[in-house]
């Protein structure tokens, strides 16, 4: 596996983990047993933006365009927009690079 190809598939499953993290915490945040766990979402950004820089050096993105996307994943409703779109790019270059790709990622 080269370089830009292993930052894809980390990257991607980082954004995964990340957009099933946030549903959860989203959940919880909203309930009596979400009380103190603030900190929970600060974290789950913080892997976003790393799984966000993942993907966009393993396409070659350049800069203006890879900071232009972990703006947007502040923008609410539109970030889980970009993150599914940029784990559907990931998929599709894995797979055409001959990998599997399950749910979670490369198997």
């Known amino acids: ?4 190809i292993e930052d894809i598939a980390q ?12 549903f959860i915490s989203n959940i919880f945040l909203r309930t009596e047993l979400g009380e103190g766990m ?10 976003s933006i790393y799984g966000v ?18 703006l947007l994943l502040f923008v609410p409703l539109v970030n889980i927009i970009m993150l599914i779109v940029l784990s559907m790019r ?12 399950g ?4 198997k």
């Open 53 to 70: 820089y993942k993907i966009c050096t393993g396409f070659e993105y350049h800069i203006v365009l890879t900071i232009l996307n972990i």
């Open 90 to 101: 990931a998929t599709k270059r894995l797979r055409s690079e001959g990998y599997e790709v």
């Open 38 to 47: 603030f900190i929970i979402p600060l974290i789950i950004a913080c892997a």
């Open 11 to 22: 990257g991607q499953k980082i954004i995964i983990y990340a957009i099933i993290a946030n």
């Open 103 to 106: 749910l979670l990622g490369v």
């Open 1 to 4: 596996m080269n370089k830009q």
